[in-house]
């Protein structure tokens, strides 16, 4: 089963499958960390918190790492806080692991 095919059985939604794929085959541990990361999402939001993986590539500079992003239909006043508290389990999780993710919100709608 392809990563983004583990993932999406999860219930995280991938944007660019084939990027996010090529991503995990240079840093195979990177999927483990990530299904961890979203299960302790999942455990902190509301059932209807809808979460979006996708390879961020910098523009400027030749940096390219995975981004987990965390929409809501009415977005709670606490959810920077939540997302911290799952950053600092994700630092814990990724030491001495090449690859790196980031959860993060854009504020946007969830999507029907």
């Known amino acids: 089963m392809l990563p983004e095919q ?3 059985a999860t219930g995280i ?3 660019d499958s ?3 794929n090529l991503y995990f085959a240079q840093h195979p541990e990177m999927l483990h ?3 961890a990361v979203y299960e ?3 455990s902190m939001f509301s059932v209807s918190t809808r ?3 996708m390879v961020y590539v910098d523009p400027e500079i030749n940096d390219r790492y995975l981004t987990l992003y965390v929409r809501q239909q009415s977005y709670d006043s606490n959810i920077l806080d939540q997302i911290e508290q799952i950053s600092e389990r994700l630092h ?3 030491k001495g692991v090449s690859g790196r993710l980031l959860i993060t919100t854009d504020f946007q709608p ?3």
Do not use: C
């Open 40 to 42: 302790t999402a999942k």
């Open 33 to 35: 960390i990530t299904l």
């Open 13 to 15: 939604e991938v944007q």
């Open 110 to 112: 969830v999507e029907p």
């Open 92 to 94: 814990e999780l990724a």
């Open 18 to 20: 084939t990027n996010v």
């Open 51 to 53: 979460f979006s993986l």
């Open 6 to 8: 583990r993932l999406e």
